[in-house]
């Protein structure tokens, strides 16, 4: 977001073997993904992301190391 309005945008289809995933691994699989796709414009700077899932909240607030190992 630049100005309150978005700069660019993505998406893609999930695979078979993604289909299957909890809605919480979908939704860091998410935020992996746009990581990656706009590293070019991330990388060195500070990010924020926002979600409204209130279970990956609630994991986001905790150690990183107290995070179930699949996530």
Not at 22 to 33: D, N, P, S, Y
Not at 42 to 65: C, M, N, T, W
Request: net charge positive; glycine share 2%; charged share 25%.
């Amino acid at each position: 977001m630049q100005d309150g309005h978005p700069v660019a945008y993505t998406s893609r289809s999930l695979t078979p073997t993604e289909v299957q995933y909890a809605q919480i691994e979908k939704e860091l699989l998410t935020i992996v993904f746009i990581m990656e796709k706009f590293e070019m414009y991330l990388y060195g700077r500070k990010v924020l992301v926002e979600s409204d899932h209130k279970p990956l909240q609630a994991i986001f607030k905790k150690s990183v190391l107290n995070a179930p190992k699949r996530l």
